[in-house]
Each structure stands twice: as structure tokens, then as C-alpha cells.
């Protein structure tokens, strides 16, 4: 069962462009949500989080929307840079007593920006 | 600070043989979490430790697999008998304990077994 979803295997977006990165999650208890990126043979790289009591959180170039009632959320890209060419992958997490736990990822949309 | 390290790095291994892999967390992180990563998919839970006391262990590890932290810094995976369908990226990752979600990762062990 995933229970996280990335249904684009990828994406292509021209330099300077918007590149927008979707995901969608079927686990209503999920209270936390993550964006990592990785390159070929390292680990995942944190991007950017959103707790689910926010409907957006911007960091810099990178931002995150959330939709509860949809389970819907994105990534936005803005301005695309040739360096953000990478694989991206959505995660979320269940919210406890005890903090964080255990992140459930999705399958990854790789991102290809055109110069 | 140097992040999450991992190693070795590759580890190619017959079927049958036992490996081992070890992680050193971020020094300041009490919480250690092993994800394993198979071509086309996204890093899957295997199991998790704050500081000592493993809390978490998924059902993707099975019996053969087996984890530890004995002093509540560094942490072992050893994985015994091994089978082919073992080959994968296995990721090490660290967080603190508090508010916030992120975990940091390692760049990984990469396991063929052949």
C-alpha cells in the first residue's frame, strides 16, 4: 500500500522557469511533510518541511504547499537552476508523544532542468 | 560537524555470507534510523534507535537482519545468510529529538549481492 505518492517519474523544465513537483498522500493521520533531493550515489538531501497546521512554508527558491482536505502537496522551484537537476522525493511522517519517527517516502519525480 | 557518515561505501558479498554495515550519526543526534533504498523506489523504513533502546522495527526486517547501538553514538546492521533480493542502498540517518521532523542522511552503503 503507498501510502505516498509521486505520479510524475519526471519532469523537465527550461532554465529560470517554475518547476512545480506534486505529491499526494492517502494517510490522514500524516502530520508532517518533507521534501528531499538527491544525486546520484549520495543521500537524500532535507529541502524543506511543512507542519500540517500551515498551508505554506518558503525557504529561499523552494516552497511547499499543502492541502489537507485534498492530501495534496507541491513543491515550487522558482526561478529552476541547471544544479536543482536531481531526483526529489516527498516524505511524510505521524506525529506523536515521542517526537519524530519514522519518515515514509514516496518513489521520487526526477526533476531535469534544461540551460 | 561533519554529517552523517557511512561505510564502507559498496560491499559486494556472496550469497550466504554475513555483512556488516556501520553508521556515525551527527554527534548531537539521540535518534538513528535505518531505511533500505531498491531501484525506482523511495528509501523504505527498516527500523530506529533513540540514543541505546532500538523503539521501532519494521516488518521488512526479518530475521536474518539485526541492529545495534550499543553506547548510544554509532550503529551496526549486519545482515546474515544473505540472498540476492538483499541488494540495495542501505541509508543511515540521524535527527534530534524535539519539535521538528528532519532527519540527515549518510550517502549510504551500497549492498550487491551477488
Known amino acids: 500500500d503507498q501510502q505516498v505518492k509521486q505520479n510524475s517519474p519526471s519532469l523537465s523544465v527550461q532554465e529560470g522557469r517554475i518547476s512545480i513537483l506534486n505529491c499526494d498522500y492517502t494517510?490522514?493521520?500524516?502530520?508532517?511533510f518533507l521534501w528531499y533531493k538527491k544525486y546520484p550515489a549520495e543521500g537524500p538531501t532535507f529541502l524543506i518541511s511543512i507542519s500540517s497546521i500551515k498551508d505554506k512554508n518558503e525557504d529561499g527558491r523552494f516552497t511547499v504547499f499543502l492541502n489537507k482536505s485534498a492530501k495534496h502537496l507541491s513543491l515550487h522551484i522558482v526561478p529552476s537552476q541547471p544544479g536543482d537537476s536531481a531526483v526529489y522525493f516527498c516524505a511524510a511522517s505521524v506525529g506523536s508523544n515521542f517526537g519524530n519517527e519514522k519518515l515514509t517516502f514516496g518513489t521520487g519525480t526526477r526533476l531535469t532542468i534544461i540551460p | 560537524d561533519t554529517g552523517v557518515s557511512q561505510n564502507p561505501r559498496h560491499k559486494i558479498t556472496k550469497r550466504g555470507q554475513n555483512v556488516t554495515f556501520r553508521c556515525d550519526p551527527i554527534s548531537e543526534h539521540n535518534r538513528l534510523y535505518w531505511y533500505r533504498q531498491t531501484l525506482g523506489q523511495g528509501p523504505e523504513f527498516l527500523t530506529y534507535f533513540q540514543n541505546e533502546a532500538q523503539l521501532e522495527k519494521s516488518r521488512l526486517l526479518s530475521d536474518r537482519f539485526s541492529a545495534e547501538r550499543p553506547k548510544g553514538s554509532f550503529s551496526t546492521l549486519e545482515i546474515q545468510r544473505t540472498e540476492q533480493g538483499d541488494s540495495a542502498m542501505y541509508l543511515c540517518?540521524?535527527?534530534?529529538?524535539?519539535?521538528?521532523?528532519?532527519?540527515?542522511f549518510g550517502p549510504g552503503t551500497r549492498l550487491t549481492v551477488t
Open positions: 494517510n490522514s493521520m500524516f502530520d508532517y
Open positions: 540517518a540521524s535527527s534530534s529529538q524535539g519539535i521538528t521532523y528532519e532527519q540527515y
